[in-house]
């Protein structure tokens, strides 16, 4: 497999999990917005303390930096975007709820 492929597959693979965090944190909100009315504030001041939406915009800018990159220089973009995904997957997994 050839570096392009290789970008092409890790790209498609970020873009996946990009979407699905994202996906998650609209289905946390909707949650807090029917939970009672302490329940929901004590979720939206987890949800403000972690900025789970702040870090899945950096990642999702993170990614598109990654796709705009040449082939010379995404393996070298590739572990900032990591980190943003790391970062952003904490804060989802930080602010699950039931």
């Given amino acids: 497999m ?3 492929e290789m970008k092409a597959a890790y ?19 909707a949650k807090a917005e029917k939970a009672a009315a302490q329940g ?8 403000a303390q972690v900025r789970a939406d702040e870090k899945h915009e950096q990642a999702r800018r993170k990614l598109d930096e990654l796709k705009a990159a040449g082939e010379e220089r995404w393996e070298a973009l ?9 970062e952003l997957k904490k804060s989802v997994d930080s602010t699950k709820i039931d």
């Fill in 2 to 4: 050839g570096m392009k």
């Fill in 11 to 29: 790209v498609a693979k970020m873009e996946a999990q990009v979407a699905e965090w994202g996906s998650k944190l609209k289905q946390m909100k």
């Fill in 40 to 47: 929901r504030l004590e979720y939206q001041q987890k949800l």
């Fill in 78 to 86: 590739k572990s900032g975007v990591e980190g943003a995904w790391n």
